[in-house]
């Protein structure tokens, strides 16, 4: 039991690459997020998805782009990187809703120069 | 305002010592509340939810007011394993998400 796994860890790209984050969960979860955290911030939610099928702007979506490919899987993409986008990048389960615990992945650090 | 605030510390105690941490919050709608824990360069880890009745854990005591929208965390006898990151995190129903809270740096020297 994995629990929550993110690929890659670290990631270097150039202003305007596109890259997508990956993220997978095997404990039958319904629900999926996407965080980031940057220094003296909280975590930062960007994209989630409340059951697979469907997906919902958090407080910072501009720039990116979610799928939820089915219940296991949630990915991120950034079409075009911009150096503010710079940030460690977490996905987070939870069985369902915002009582319940949620389960962080280990991040990526991501780096856009 | 921001949603969730904590003071980012660092706190600075001994071995043995008891530490409080306050957090506040603005939306009075919110029903869930948590603690969770940050190590260095690692993922959050939920360390406790807070009811309304508080809640204890060991040597871990949550407490929520309502009245006055703050959710303390009381840690008695310090472990120098409990050096992290503590952040405070409520839930906003109106946008279906969790606030996190910027954290809470505890440092704890032998």
């Known amino acids: 039991n994995a629990g929550v796994t993110q690929t890659p860890k670290f990631q270097v790209l150039k202003t305007g690459q596109s890259m997508t984050l990956q993220c997978a969960q095997d404990?039958?979860?319904?629900?999926m997020y996407w965080y980031r955290q940057d220094p003296g911030m909280g975590l930062r939610l960007i994209y989630y998805?409340?059951?697979?099928?469907?997906?919902d702007k958090g407080e910072v979506p501009n720039g990116y782009n979610v799928s939820r490919l089915n219940k296991r899987e949630f990915s991120l993409r950034l079409e075009s990187a911009a150096p503010s986008q710079t940030s460690v990048y977490f996905c987070?389960?939870?069985?369902?809703?915002?009582?319940?615990?949620?389960?962080f992945g280990p991040g990526t650090r991501l780096t856009v120069t | 305002r921001k949603e969730v605030e904590q003071d980012p510390g660092p706190f600075n105690v001994p071995e043995g010592a008891t530490v409080a941490f306050n957090c506040t919050y603005s939306?009075?709608?919110?029903?869930?509340f948590f603690w969770y824990r940050q190590d260095c360069r690692k993922e959050p880890k939920l360390l406790m939810s807070?009811?309304?009745s508080g809640n204890e854990d060991g040597r871990f005591t949550a407490q929520l007011n309502r009245a006055s929208q703050y959710i303390s965390l009381l840690i008695r006898d310090s472990k120098l394993s409990d050096s992290a990151t503590y952040l405070c995190?409520?839930?906003?129903?109106?946008?279906?998400?969790?606030?996190f809270g910027a954290g809470t740096i505890l440092r704890v020297k032998s």
């Open positions: 987070a389960s939870a069985l369902a809703g915002l009582s319940y615990e949620q389960y």
């Open positions: 939306n009075s709608a919110s029903q869930s």
């Open positions: 995190v409520v839930s906003m129903e109106y946008g279906n998400k969790l606030v």
């Open positions: 807070v009811y309304s």
């Open positions: 404990m039958n979860h319904n629900s």
């Open positions: 998805s409340a059951s697979e099928g469907t997906t």
